[in-house]
């Protein structure tokens, strides 16, 4: 057997191997890595160094991003060259490897772009330095709400981990809480990061076990959290927190052509191998649906089946209890829609012990129907009636809405609606995440409040 | 030798096991010894201790009774044998997490028993010879803050205390008041700085979870590597990780020792003397009074040495009779010391509870 990689935590004053340990786990069920779990002492303490250390300049900050951002997407880090790292991260999320590598260069990117980035979302009248000229007639300075920022991430998909890098790029110090699931992208790109500039105590890698991971929250001034809607429910009322909960990403296409929108419609649901917030998981037609959902069903139905690290495979797998448990959540609320596709089951044994989980679409009889807010980890999409009559309001609570309409009166109510948090029109995919364009509302304006100086 | 000079064996003798278990179950199972609750429970055992237990091993065979404490009359758990002016320290209940209280009777044979005991283990690891305690946890109905008051009393030393009403922490938490928890252990962090800051305490005695959270102010942090020679923790599990940021990092000129106790057994164990390169808290018992079996959780057959098991507690004095109490505890079995009756145990921590159910639902 081979040696198991050690994942130490990556703590203030250096990785911490402990004692407490997880074995993760690849799809079949072999080890391949432990990764150290930190108790809350060790979680009060690195907080509390990490509020105590100084940010880089604003300069050095953008330069380590950037030279981390090519290591951790084309090095070696802690010894893994990046072929490996992306194998091993198909091997234990069951993401496709062109997924990962895709993911792997995103983040590469996003990290030399990450200080440019946080422009974006600094107010017109506000400058960044106490020193600027314009603040002797008095104006507004961009200034950090708090020193410490945390993070729940998840582990569905590499990229969650590409949104912190502005905190740090803005002067915050970091922690990340790893997903459990998926921890070889956080501890790469912290290693990474150390690495090339930053600070032991300036970005920190804080696994813990569910009990402690609250307090990895309240010792920072501001956190985000990725979850469900028990994370919304949770935090929701935490002006310290922004929750990073459920995409319900959807599509509304509106007159006679959606032949042409097919390929669209597809992507948009199964990019990503489906795992992704920003996945299509309900589609609302005008008209009737059943022929759009015969037609992106016989699309996804062609997808093959195929092991995450084959360069051909499109769908997630997981190991054969955790895909089945999937399905079984599938099968259970189905609750009277129309199976088109998936209808008997999902899964799709690789006999080494994973499955792949294969392509749902089902059919509702009303655009209000439960089933459009059901968001699985795997290409599942609801396709519901739709009319001028039926208004927004099934529309509503949505990571990124595709409209194909004509109708500005229309996308009018739905860009000014608070709900919907991304509006694409026309021919564009839900999964389109271009720098620039906010992801869920720019991080900036959690972050950064302004502040008023006047120099007489 | 007759029942009582074994059971009253002077206190720096140790019985020999087989002879004092005799002795005890002639003792609690004799119509003019016996307590009221033992011999009416007799009847319904469906063997006769005189007879049947005579090892160790024989222990097991008692039922768990430990939740029929929870509404005997105190009167009826003391040894008729101590006539009617049996000498009665207190009486103790359980902290309350599986419903009503579990309640004990300590008499003063006991305790002075236990007290040698303890001020053996005291001396053995070096605690210092004076000065005042602190006691920062359960004191109330439970017998962690009592034993913090007859240690220190021992010592010529005066026993400071913030209480603690563990019940009250486990409902918060039951009812989703986390917050309400919070604020509460924060309170009791600060009535302890009171006492650290103006008295000469040289002891503190807590709990890991406030132990940790008194680490959390650096101020506190000093005036305990300043004032505080040992810390003696109990009452919750302390994790080998925080163990070692503890002795290394925190606290790294003070001594911190572990007691492993329990109100069914009477009283609490110190931890084991080792070397400070080993990562391991080790529990001897105090046989053949307090002792220990580790038991596979399906079959309740002990389980090997190394491996883990679920921790039965046994408590065989003159004063009171608790055999085959199973904890709700895990532990590591470890060979005994010579001489020690049952197991020891290493690694105690509590028994994994069941998560919520894996979340499906979302892409996360």
Known sequence: ?456 | MATEQILDCPLDQVPEGPEFLEAAMRWHFSPETGSPYWLERAKTLGFDPREDVRTFDDLRRFPNVANELRDVRVEDLIPRGYGPDADVVGVFESGGTTGPPKRVVVLRDWLERLMHRTEQDLQARGYPESGHWLSLGPTGPHVFGELVRWQAARRGGIRFTVDMDPRWVKRCIAEGRADEAERYAEHLIDQSAYILETQDVRVLVTTPPLLTRLARRNALVDLVNAKIAAISWGGAHMDPDTRYLLRTEVFPGVKLYGTYGSTMILGGLAERVTSPDEDIVVFDTFSPYITFSVVDQETGGVVRYGDRGQVVMHHVSKSFLLPNNLERDLATRVAPPPGQMGDSVADVGPLPTFDNEPVIEGVY
Request: a negative charge.
């Open chain 1, 1 to 456: 057997m081979e040696e198991l990689i050690l994942l130490d935590a990556l703590g203030a004053s250096g990785p911490y191997h402990s004692r407490s340990r997880q074995t993760i786990t690849e799809l079949t069920g072999t080890p391949v890595a432990e990764l150290s779990l930190v108790p809350r002492l060790f979680v009060q303490r690195t907080m509390a160094a990490l509020r105590e250390a100084r940010a880089l300049p604003p300069g050095d900050r953008s330069a380590a991003l950037a030279r981390a951002g090519r290591l951790f997407a084309t090095g070696t880090v802690n010894g893994i060259p990046a072929e490996e790292y992306q194998h091993i991260v198909s091997r234990v999320s069951g993401m496709p490897i062109t997924v990962v590598r895709s993911a792997t260069a995103g983040i590469g990117r996003r990290a030399g772009e990450a200080y440019r980035t946080t422009r974006h979302a600094r107010p017109q009248g506000a400058v960044d330095d106490w020193r600027d000229p314009l603040t002797c007639d008095g104006h507004a300075v961009w200034t950090r709400r708090g020193d410490v920022f945390a993070v729940h991430a998840a582990g569905n998909h590499p990229g969650v981990h590409t949104l912190w890098l502005e905190a740090l790029a803005l002067g915050y110090r970091v922690a990340v809480r790893p997903s459990r699931r998926e921890p070889f992208t956080p501890h790469r790109l912290i290693t990474a990061l150390r690495e090339s500039g930053f600070g032991e105590d300036q970005v920190v890698l804080l696994p813990t076990d569910y009990a402690v991971a609250d307090d990895i929250i309240r010792d920072a001034d501001l956190a985000m959290v990725y979850g469900g809607e028990e994370v919304v429910n949770k935090y929701g009322n935490d002006v310290r927190v922004l929750p990073q909960g459920p995409g319900r990403s959807k599509i509304l296409l509106t007159g006679g052509d959606w032949e042409s929108h097919l390929g669209t419609i597809v992507d948009s649901v199964s990019a990503f191998g489906g795992t992704a917030c920003v996945n299509t998981t309900a589609v609302f037609v005008e008209g009737d649906p059943a022929p759009v959902a015969d037609a992106v069903a016989e699309r996804l139905a062609a997808i093959p089946s195929l092991p995450p690290e084959d360069d051909g495979a499109v769908l997630p797998v997981q190991p054969v209890a955790d895909a089945r448990a999937i399905e079984k959540y599938l099968l259970d609320h189905v609750d009277g829609a129309t199976p088109v596709l998936g209808g008997d089951g999902v899964v799709d044994e690789l006999g080494d012990g994973s499955g792949v989980l294969r392509p749902a679409v089902f059919r509702v009889d009303r655009p209000d129907a439960p089933q459009t807010g059901i968001e699985l980890s795997f290409p599942c999409v609801w396709f519901a009636p739709w009319s001028r009559a039926d208004g927004i309001e099934p529309l509503r609570n949505t990571l990124v809405l595709t409209a194909i309409t004509k109708d500005d009166g229309l996308v009018d109510r739905l860009v000014e609606d608070p709900s919907i948090r991304n509006v694409y029109l026309g021919d564009t995919p839900t999964y389109l995440m271009p720098p620039g364009v906010p992801h869920d509302a720019y991080l900036g304006e959690f972050l950064m409040r302004t502040k008023g100086v006047i120099r007489t």
